[in-house]
């Protein structure tokens, strides 16, 4: 983004006889405070140290430490600011960096020809110098440290005489020793902002919502004109490299099952919501699963701020706009919904909506139906709490649309168990779920609060055998598929390999030649195993001892942690299945049916049939007659009863 260096004359610039105006202050750390932690932001310029405060009952506070500048050095820099803002033309420049290294240089030459005059004879004056004339107008003033420190996540300032406060990744919410003491002062800064943002803020137009350069995303508001305490900012800073999904794997928050499972997901086009409070981590989680996206698809991202960043070349990227209008006129606006419908005319084979929380979500569901990938995040405590919001004004998403999101995963920001190397807290995706239909949700993956571990449940996955089905696959082939995916993101994670533009290029890899970077990575494809009759017979029968009708709303049974599905897991739902099948043309034909029209019918062989017809004979649900030259089968009634049970679950 341009910078508009000019208004540095405005807000920097000062009459010669014009007294320093000190519009806040820094704290320093009390003697009796007990220092917790201390890092170096620039050194030897700038550090910080995170402190427990007697006087606070020993809550924990955030110091900035900033080499001291004498009173003859400030009155230099005031001059040499001054000259700077006047001499330099931004308009020649384009590009930060440039406008950052021109500055400097100027300074650089400042400084040398009137040293004599500005009476520099200390030799660690010239750097100090230069350390604050790039803090005052290429940096952040007063915050500059807070929006250079990589541990902070937000920065808030609630008024003058108030502590700004931060959002520590290791201390969470804690005050600063900044304090803005001017209210005119805190005035010029939010002016400042918002014109580095390129955006206009004043007493007419009190809100500004915008992006600072860097991408960090910028609330504030005007005086008093909406907030009582006067201005008022928030920052919500944006990591210069996004987090991969081998990044989310180490902090935790993922594991490598359930990334294989997003992995899988997303090459067929699956679509997925992404629910979560405040701060849980929903964009995060949006832009690591989004950098899964099978090479050469095309996709379109729709956001009102800026935050997604792809690793990939086939991207449209789409921001709203605001009403340049006057009282209500909606001039220019461009929104969500405006530009959701536009998305579509693009035929993007991945749709993903930076957050929904209007009539945009009824186009994205029209999107999905159509047969684009849908992703998106949504506000939400729960996934009952955000198919809620989609189902009432102003979203108005049919019920009968909601299944056509496939997937639904709930993150949330946690307390993690108490561990003397980790801190307390924590970001996990505490439940993954299928949605099978509307209140009929499978939850495929779960996090245990006690145990910091993910479970698995991918033996109810309902999309698992749909996806196998329409890749030509056995639910075997696909469960292998997943282990070999989970094995390469755990091979990238042990080696070190997180950045995401080099885990975008192992995942490009892995589709132009699977076989080669298998070999590579020293990863071994299972074979596939011959299955014995006494394996099958071996194995958890099915569900037959029902003496009473089930209630409508059948509940998986409980299964034992921890679950690792394994493959008589697999053989015993394929087994089910079939079973199913061949009730279900007994069931159609009063009760008897030849052997031979049910293989036809099935295109069963003949060794994978006899084990079928063997495992029912033994449970008792059917009968073998034999009349002449063939064989008939008849369902018995212990086989009704069964058959009832299975269409209400293997049926939908």
Same mark, same amino acid.
């Given at each position: 983004?341009?910078?508009?260096?000019?208004?540095?004359?405005?807000?920097?610039?000062?009459?010669?006889?014009?007294?320093?105006?000190?519009?806040?202050?820094?704290?320093?750390?009390?003697?009796?405070?007990?220092?917790?932690?201390?890092?170096?932001?620039?050194?030897?310029?700038?550090?910080?140290?995170?402190?427990?405060?007697?006087?606070?009952?020993?809550?924990?506070?955030?110091?900035?430490?900033?080499?001291?500048?004498?009173?003859?050095?400030?009155?230099?820099?005031?001059?040499?600011?001054?000259?700077?803002?006047?001499?330099?033309?931004?308009?020649?420049?384009?590009?930060?960096?440039?406008?950052?290294?021109?500055?400097?240089?100027?300074?650089?030459?400042?400084?040398?020809?009137?040293?004599?005059?500005?009476?520099?004879?200390?030799?660690?004056?010239?750097?100090?110098?230069?350390?604050?004339?790039?803090?005052?107008?290429?940096?952040?003033?007063?915050?500059?440290?807070?929006?250079?420190?990589?541990?902070?996540?937000?920065?808030?300032?609630?008024?003058?005489?108030?502590?700004?406060?931060?959002?520590?990744?290791?201390?969470?919410?804690?005050?600063?020793?900044?304090?803005?003491?001017?209210?005119?002062?805190?005035?010029?800064?939010?002016?400042?902002?918002?014109?580095?943002?390129?955006?206009?803020?004043?007493?007419?137009?009190?809100?500004?919502?915008?992006?600072?350069?860097?991408?960090?995303?910028?609330?504030?508001?005007?005086?008093?004109?909406?907030?009582?305490?006067?201005?008022?900012?928030?920052?919500?800073?944006?990591?210069?490299?996004?987090?991969?999904?081998?990044?989310?794997?180490?902090?935790?928050?993922?594991?490598?099952?359930?990334?294989?499972?997003?992995?899988?997901?997303?090459?067929?086009?699956?679509?997925?919501?992404?629910?979560?409070?405040?701060?849980?981590?929903?964009?995060?989680?949006?832009?690591?699963?989004?950098?899964?996206?099978?090479?050469?698809?095309?996709?379109?991202?729709?956001?009102?701020?800026?935050?997604?960043?792809?690793?990939?070349?086939?991207?449209?990227?789409?921001?709203?706009?605001?009403?340049?209008?006057?009282?209500?006129?909606?001039?220019?606006?461009?929104?969500?919904?405006?530009?959701?419908?536009?998305?579509?005319?693009?035929?993007?084979?991945?749709?993903?909506?930076?957050?929904?929380?209007?009539?945009?979500?009824?186009?994205?569901?029209?999107?999905?139906?159509?047969?684009?990938?849908?992703?998106?995040?949504?506000?939400?405590?729960?996934?009952?709490?955000?198919?809620?919001?989609?189902?009432?004004?102003?979203?108005?998403?049919?019920?009968?649309?909601?299944?056509?999101?496939?997937?639904?995963?709930?993150?949330?920001?946690?307390?993690?168990?108490?561990?003397?190397?980790?801190?307390?807290?924590?970001?996990?995706?505490?439940?993954?779920?299928?949605?099978?239909?509307?209140?009929?949700?499978?939850?495929?993956?779960?996090?245990?609060?006690?145990?910091?571990?993910?479970?698995?449940?991918?033996?109810?996955?309902?999309?698992?055998?749909?996806?196998?089905?329409?890749?030509?696959?056995?639910?075997?082939?696909?469960?292998?598929?997943?282990?070999?995916?989970?094995?390469?993101?755990?091979?990238?994670?042990?080696?070190?390999?997180?950045?995401?533009?080099?885990?975008?290029?192992?995942?490009?890899?892995?589709?132009?030649?699977?076989?080669?970077?298998?070999?590579?990575?020293?990863?071994?494809?299972?074979?596939?195993?011959?299955?014995? %009759?006494?394996?099958?017979?071996?194995?958890?029968?099915?569900?037959?001892?029902?003496?009473?009708?089930?209630?409508?709303? %059948?509940?998986?049974?409980?299964?034992?942690?921890?679950?690792?599905?394994?493959?008589?897991?697999?053989?015993?739902?394929? %087994?089910?299945?079939?079973?199913?099948?061949?009730?279900?043309?007994?069931?159609?034909?009063?009760?008897?049916?030849?052997?031979?029209?049910?293989?036809?019918?099935?295109?069963?062989?003949?060794?994978?049939?006899?084990?079928?017809?063997?495992?029912?004979?033994?449970?008792?649900?059917?009968?073998?007659?034999?009349?002449?030259?063939?064989?008939?089968?008849?369902?018995?009634?212990?086989?009704?009863? %069964?058959?009832?049970?299975?269409?209400?679950?293997?049926?939908?």
């Amino acid at each position: 983004m341009e910078l508009n260096l000019g208004i540095f004359k405005k807000l920097f610039k000062r009459g010669s006889g014009e007294k320093k105006e000190v519009g806040y202050i820094k704290e320093p750390v009390p003697e009796n405070a007990e220092i917790i932690e201390r890092y170096w932001i620039t050194k030897p310029f700038a550090r910080v140290t995170i402190a427990s405060i007697p006087e606070l009952g020993g809550a924990i506070k955030y110091f900035v430490e900033e080499i001291p500048l004498r009173p003859e050095e400030e009155a230099v820099l005031d001059k040499i600011i001054n000259i700077v803002a006047a001499e330099i033309n931004p308009a020649e420049f384009k590009e930060e960096n440039n406008v950052r290294d021109a500055m400097l240089s100027m300074a650089d030459k400042i400084i040398r020809k009137y040293e004599k005059k500005f009476k520099i004879h200390r030799p660690d004056t010239h750097k100090k110098l230069l350390y604050y004339i790039e803090r005052e107008l290429l940096g952040f003033g007063p915050i500059d440290v807070l929006m250079k420190d990589y541990h902070i996540e937000d920065i808030s300032c609630d008024g003058v005489d108030v502590p700004v406060y931060i959002w520590h990744r290791k201390y969470e919410s804690i005050p600063t020793n900044i304090v803005f003491k001017d209210k005119v002062f805190l005035d010029n800064f939010i002016v400042k902002l918002a014109h580095r943002s390129g955006k206009h803020v004043s007493s007419a137009f009190p809100i500004v919502d915008a992006m600072i350069y860097g991408k960090h995303r910028l609330a504030a508001s005007f005086r008093e004109e909406v907030s009582p305490k006067g201005s008022t900012f928030t920052i919500r800073k944006f990591r210069e490299e996004p987090y991969s999904i081998i990044d989310l794997i180490d902090l935790g928050t993922i594991n490598t099952d359930m990334a294989a499972y997003f992995w899988l997901l997303m090459e067929n086009k699956v679509s997925m919501l992404i629910i979560g409070g405040t701060a849980a981590g929903k964009t995060t989680l949006l832009n690591a699963i989004a950098t899964l996206i099978k090479p050469g698809y095309k996709v379109v991202t729709v956001e009102e701020t800026a935050e997604i960043n792809l690793p990939i070349d086939n991207w449209v990227q789409f921001i709203s706009r605001e009403s340049y209008g006057i009282s209500g006129a909606k001039v220019g606006e461009v929104t969500l919904f405006d530009l959701v419908k536009t998305s579509l005319r693009y035929r993007p084979d991945y749709l993903i909506v930076g957050e929904v929380r209007g009539e945009e979500a009824f186009v994205l569901f029209q999107a999905v139906a159509t047969g684009h990938g849908g992703l998106c995040t949504i506000h939400g405590e729960s996934l009952d709490a955000a198919v809620k919001r989609l189902t009432s004004p102003p979203m108005n998403v049919s019920e009968s649309y909601i299944p056509l999101m496939n997937v639904a995963i709930n993150i949330e920001r946690v307390v993690l168990p108490k561990r003397p190397t980790t801190t307390s807290y924590g970001r996990r995706v505490t439940y993954v779920w299928e949605i099978r239909d509307y209140n009929d949700y499978i939850p495929v993956f779960e996090w245990s609060p006690s145990e910091d571990i993910f479970y698995s449940y991918i033996e109810r996955s309902v999309l698992l055998p749909r996806l196998a089905h329409k890749l030509g696959l056995t639910l075997d082939d696909l469960l292998r598929e997943l282990r070999i995916r989970a094995r390469i993101l755990e091979w990238l994670k042990d080696n070190g390999i997180r950045s995401f533009r080099e885990v975008a290029k192992y995942i490009n890899e892995f589709y132009v030649n699977k076989e080669e970077l298998l070999k590579k990575l020293g990863i071994e494809v299972e074979e596939e195993k011959e299955i014995a %009759v006494s394996e099958v017979e071996e194995l958890p029968s099915p569900p037959v001892e029902i003496e009473t009708t089930l209630p409508t709303e %059948v509940k998986p049974p409980k299964i034992e942690r921890p679950i690792v599905r394994r493959f008589p897991y697999d053989l015993a739902e394929e %087994v089910m299945n079939k079973i199913y099948k061949i009730l279900k043309i007994l069931m159609g034909r009063k009760g008897v049916y030849s052997d031979i029209d049910i293989k036809t019918r099935l295109n069963m062989d003949d060794v994978e049939f006899k084990k079928i017809i063997e495992i029912m004979r033994k449970h008792h649900l059917i009968s073998i007659e034999k009349k002449r030259k063939h064989t008939y089968i008849r369902i018995r009634k212990k086989g009704i009863k %069964v058959y009832n049970t299975l269409s209400s679950q293997l049926g939908k």
